[in-house]
T-cell receptor
Framework: EPEVTQTPSHQVTQMGQEVILRCVPI?????FYWYRQILGQKVEFLVS????????KSEIFDDQFSVERPDGSNFTLKIRSTKLEDSAMYFC????????????FGPGTRLTVL | GENVEQHPSTLSVQEGDSAVIKCTYS??????FPWYKQELGKRPQLIID?????GEKKDQRIAVTLNKTAKHFSLHITETQPEDSAVYFC??????????FGKGTMLLVSP
C-alpha cells in the first residue's frame, strides 16, 4: 500500500538556523499538508497546498515558514530561522480530493531546536 | 475558524469494556469528521470517518455517531482490547478545507 514518506526522521539544529523538511506524498494525490505536533499536544494545521500554490495557512505559518514542490514528487517545508518553540514533530499529509477526504500522514520528522 | 473540543482527555477501561469519546465542533459548515488513532511515536492513522449526510457509521468494533443539530460526534469502541490503547483524535473539516483536531484522548485498556 502506498505511503507518505518523510526525511529526515529526526533533525537537530541550532536556534537561528534554517531547516528543510522533506516529504514525498502518495503519487496520485493532489492535496498536500503540513501539520505539527508539540510533544504531548494535539496536531495543529500549518499549511495546505494544491495546484502549486498555498490554498490555506494557519496563524502559525508566518513569514519564517515556506513550502515548495520543487519537482513532481517532493514537498518541502522550510523554516528560515528556527526558534526554540519550533521544536515539534512535523507531519506531512496528502489526500486525493481535498481536505474532507482521508488524509494520509507520513511518519513525521522530529525537529529539535537547541 | 473551527474549534473542536474533545472529552475526556484520558480514559481507562478494562479489557472487554466499551469506550466512548466525545467531540463537539463549532463550524456548522463542517461536513467531514474523521477519527485518528496515534500510537506512541507513530503517525496518526485514520480508523473511521463520517460525513454530515449520515448519522452513524460502524466498522466492526468501532462506530461513530454524528448529531449535526447539536454539533457533536462520538467514537464508540466495543469489546476493547489492550492493543486499542493509544491516543485518539477527533477532527472536523469543511469542504476543501483542512482538519481541525481535538486535543486527544489517551485510552488505556487494562488486561
Amino acid at each position: 500500500e502506498p505511503e507518505v514518506t518523510q526525511t529526515p526522521s529526526h533533525q537537530v539544529t541550532q536556534m537561528g538556523q534554517e531547516v528543510i523538511l522533506r516529504c514525498v506524498p502518495i503519487s496520485n494525490h493532489l492535496y498536500f499538508y503540513w501539520y505539527r505536533q508539540i510533544l504531548g499536544q494535539k496536531v495543529e494545521f500549518l499549511v495546505s497546498f494544491y495546484n502549486n500554490e498555498i490554498s490555506e495557512k494557519s496563524e502559525i505559518f508566518d513569514d519564517q515558514f515556506s513550502v515548495e514542490r520543487p519537482d513532481g514528487s517532493n514537498f518541502t517545508l522550510k523554516i528560515r530561522s528556527t526558534k526554540l518553540e519550533d521544536s515539534a514533530m512535523y507531519f506531512c499529509a496528502s489526500s486525493d480530493d481535498g481536505g474532507d477526504n482521508e488524509q494520509f500522514f507520513g511518519p513525521g520528522t522530529r525537529l529539535t531546536v537547541l | 475558524g473551527e474549534n473542536v473540543e474533545q472529552h475526556p482527555s484520558t480514559l481507562s477501561v478494562q479489557e472487554g469494556d466499551s469506550a466512548v469519546i466525545k467531540c463537539t465542533y463549532s463550524d456548522s459548515a463542517s461536513n467531514y469528521f474523521p477519527w485518528y488513532k496515534q500510537e506512541l511515536g507513530k503517525r496518526p492513522q485514520l480508523i473511521i470517518d463520517i460525513r454530515s449526510n449520515v448519522g452513524e457509521k460502524k466498522d466492526q468494533r468501532i462506530a461513530v455517531t454524528l448529531n449535526k443539530t447539536a454539533k457533536h460526534f462520538s467514537l464508540h469502541i466495543t469489546e476493547t482490547q489492550p492493543e486499542d490503547s493509544a491516543v485518539y483524535f477527533c477532527a472536523a473539516c469543511r469542504r476543501y478545507s483542512t482538519l481541525t483536531f481535538g486535543k486527544g484522548t489517551m485510552l488505556l485498556v487494562s488486561p
